[in-house]
C-alpha cells in the first residue's frame, strides 16, 4: 500500500502523518509530497527520514492513495492529474466539494456511498465535520428542519501563520499578520472573504456542505463563523428545530450510541466539550444539551471537536481506511 501526502510540510500534512502512524494504516510506502521550495527537505515518520518529492515524482511512484492537503489551487490543478494515473486523491480543500460529480464524505453517515470509480473525495469542511456527525443521528429520528449554528474557531485552522500571531501577540512581539487585526483577547466575526448576500464563505460551505453529505436539500441552516484565540479545536453552538417531537432523554441516548461522539453532559459538576480537552482527540464532543423553550420541537446543544484531528486530518484517513477494507483500491 503505497500512500502519499500531499502537503506534507503544512498544518494539516503533519497531522495526516501523526494519524497514519497512530492508526498503524499499514503503509508499504510512503510519499511525501510538497511544493517545489519545499522538495529535497526531510521530514521524520515512525523514526525514519523521508526527503520531500514533486508532484510529478509523487505520481511516478504510483501510489494508490493520496491524501491532498495543499490548497484549493493545488488540488484543482493537480488532483486531476494523479486520478488520471489511477489514484485515489481524498482531497481537504474546498475545489471539490460542491462538484455534483464528486463525492463529499463523513464516513460515519455517507461512505457507503462510494465506488472504486470515485478517483477524486471530497473532504468537508472542518466545522460541517463535527456539526453533521452529532445531526445526522438526530435527523435521522425526527427529521431536521432548521439549523443555527454559531461557530467558535481556532487559529490552527488558518494555519500555522496564524497561530504564530497568536503567541507573538501574547509574548508582545511584533510579527507577521495572518488576520487584519489582532487575535488575542480579540473576536474575528469574519472567517474567508465575504459573498454577495453578505454571508462569508465558510458560513456558506457549513449550508452548502451539509445539504449535501446529509442527502436533504430541504435542511434550512443559517451560520455564522467567528475566529477566537482557541488552539485546541473548534466549538459550535447549535440551535435544532425538528419536524417531529422529541424527548430529551432519548437525544442523550442517541448521542452515546453513535460512533464517533463521546457525551460530556453533566451540568451539575461543570462537565460539558471544551476545546482544551478535545485536542489531540478524534472525536466529536456533545454536551450542553437542553430543550429550546423559545419553541417547539427545538434543541440546543454544544458541539467541539478538534478542527485539525476529526475536522481534517482523520477524516480523511478514516476514507482511506473505508477503501482500503471494502477493497475500492
Known sequence: MKIAVVGATGLVGAKMLEVLAERNFPITELILVASEKSVGKEITYKNNLYKVVSMDEAIALKPQIALFSAGGNTSLDWAPKFAEAGITVIDNSSAWRMDESKKLVVPEINAHLLS??????????????????????????????????????????????AVE?????????????????????????????????????????????????M??????????????????????????EFENEFELNEVFELMKSTEGIILEDDVINSIYP??????????????????????????????????????SATNAVQIAEYLLAQNLV
Open 274 to 311: 471544551m476545546p482544551m480537552h478535545a485536542h489531540n482527540k478524534d472525536a466529536v464532543f456533545v454536551g450542553r444539551i437542553r430543550r429550546d423553550e423559545s419553541q417547539d420541537k427545538t434543541l440546543n446543544m454544544w458541539i467541539v471537536s478538534d478542527n485539525l484531528r476529526k475536522g
Open 116 to 161: 472504486k470509480s470515485d478517483k477524486i473525495i471530497a473532504n468537508p469542511n472542518c466545522s460541517t465535520i463535527q456539526m453533521v456527525v452529532a445531526l445526522n443521528p438526530l435527523h435521522k429520528k425526527y427529521k431536521v428542519k432548521r439549523v443555527v449554528v454559531s461557530t467558535y474557531q481556532s487559529v490552527t485552522g488558518t494555519g500555522v501563520k
Open 215 to 240: 442527502g436533504d436539500d430541504n435542511i434550512k441552516l443559517t451560520a455564522t463563523t467567528v475566529r477566537i484565540p482557541v488552539i485546541g479545536g473548534h466549538s459550535e453552538s447549535v440551535n435544532i
Open 165 to 213: 500571531q497568536l503567541m507573538n501577540e501574547r509574548a508582545g512581539i511584533d510579527g507577521e499578520m495572518a488576520y487584519k487585526y489582532k487575535i488575542d483577547l480579540n473576536v474575528i466575526p469574519q472567517i474567508d472573504v465575504f459573498t454577495d448576500n453578505g454571508y462569508t464563505k465558510e458560513e456558506m460551505k457549513m449550508v452548502n456542505e451539509t445539504k449535501k453529505i
